[in-house]
């Protein structure tokens, strides 16, 4: 039986009646019995999970190094670095290479929740209706909230890449644009974390989209449209009128879709 990420089972000594395993699984000196490496995973995922929302571990903080947690937690190293991996894919730890460097409390919160959520819709844990109806409720939001704002980069970009997309015939190369623009959109916002979680959806329903996209029977027809849609977004926020962008992205994301769950109705 292998735990991964460390050795083999391997019987070394009796203790107690039973067998302690080694490699992880065994102990660190003579008469100190340690952690089982799975219930050592949880001790090390708990600490560092407490730690961060207790705040003895802040932004940018380094944890201590893998020995020297494991000794401080009395489990294998193998534990420790396994939480760390978990950490890491939930977005909430970096691990860089080289003399100083080590693992670093640094979110990375959008990417890994945009997974996250597109995991769960894969595997239809959550319905996809229901992620159109929150799309449109969190970008009418964003969308309001940058044409109060308008932040000079973010918007600039946006600009750029409508553009972009006037003339991009490919619906991979459309769709990866697209996901952008509606990320430059709503940053020019001043709500963070609203345009966290906009960002967050939209990057979760890239691939669907995208495999809509190839099934709809007049793509360059739907692109056209597309890009008339993000053009009266794009004039809304410009013209600082959030009630008219709200409307806007919530027409967009509907009319969206229409056209992914019935491929044969995609707006004229």
Known sequence: MRWRGVKAFRPRRKWGGGQVAGGGLGHHEEGMSVQTDRGGFEVALQHIRSGILDGTYRRDDRLPPERELAAQLDIGRGAVREAIRVLQAQGVLVSMTGPGNGTIVQPAHIEALGQVLELHLALASINFTDVSETRAALERAAMASAARVR?????????????????????????????????????????????????????????????????????PNFQAILVAEHQQMLDA????????????????????????LHPGRAPA
């Open 151 to 219: 932040a000079a980069a973010p918007l600039a970009q946006a600009v750029s890449l409508q553009e972009r997309m006037r003339s991009e015939l490919s619906p991979e190369a459309f769709n990866a644009l697209d996901t952008q623009f509606h990320v430059a959109l709503a940053r020019s916002g001043d709500n963070q974390f609203l345009s966290d979680l906009a960002v967050a959806i939209r990057r979760a329903v890239h691939s669907p989209i995208l495999d809509a996209e190839h099934a709809l029977p007049d793509w």
């Open 237 to 260: 926020v410009i013209a600082g009128d959030p009630e008219a962008a709200a409307v806007a992205v919530e027409r967009h994301v509907r009319n969206s879709y229409r056209a992914l």
